[in-house]
C-alpha cells in the first residue's frame, strides 16, 4: 500500500455524470452512483472530501483542461475540469469513478485523464466492475442435416 492509500489519512474525492435521462430509469442515475462512491470509500477507510458532480453531459466531451480540448475539441466539464485542478494543487490523494465509463466515453479522453492523474500523484479508482462477459463462446453442438 502506498503512502497515498493510508486509511483514514486518504483524501478522497468521487466524480459522478450522468448524461441521458436513461442511466437515471435503469437504475443508475446520480443517487446511485454517489452511493457506490461512498460505499467504496468507506469500505478503503478513506475520508470522503467531495463529490463532483455533472448532469446532462456527454462523456464524450472533454474536459477544457485536456490536451483534446485544444486540439479544437469543445471541453465543456466544469466538475471535472475542478476534479482535475483540485488533484493538481494537492488537495486529493486518490479520486473514485463509479466506473470508467462515466470518467470518459472516449479512449482518448480517458488515457488524458489517466495521464494528469499521474502527473498530479493522485491516482484513480473505480467502485463498480463491469460484467465479465466471454468473448469466445464453445460452439453448439448442432447436428448438421
Known amino acids: 500500500m502506498t503512502d497515498a492509500e493510508q486509511p483514514e489519512t486518504t483524501r478522497a474525492a468521487g466524480y459522478v455524470r450522468v448524461s441521458q435521462e436513461r442511466n437515471f430509469r435503469n437504475g443508475y442515475g446520480l ?3 454517489i ?3 461512498k460505499r467504496y470509500v468507506e ?3 478513506w475520508r470522503l472530501i467531495e463529490i463532483y458532480r455533472e448532469e446532462g453531459l456527454s462523456g464524450y466531451l ?7 480540448s485544444e486540439n479544437g ?3 465543456n466539464r466544469p466538475a471535472l475540469d475542478r476534479l482535475l485542478s483540485d488533484a493538481r ?3 486529493l490523494d486518490v479520486v473514485v469513478f463509479p466506473s470508467i465509463d462515466r470518467a470518459a466515453r472516449s479512449v482518448w479522453n480517458m488515457i488524458e485523464i489517466d495521464e494528469a492523474q499521474r502527473w498530479s500523484g ?3 479508482r473505480r467502485s463498480r466492475r463491469g460484467r465479465r462477459r466471454r ?4 460452439p453448439s453442438r448442432q447436428p448438421w442435416r
Open 31 to 33: 443517487d446511485a452512483q
Open 35 to 37: 452511493a457506490d462512491v
Open 43 to 45: 469500505y478503503r477507510r
Open 62 to 68: 472533454p474536459a477544457s483542461s485536456l490536451k483534446s
Open 73 to 75: 475539441s469543445k471541453g
Open 89 to 91: 494543487a494537492g488537495k
Open 122 to 124: 493522485c491516482p484513480w
Open 135 to 138: 468473448c469466445l463462446r464453445r
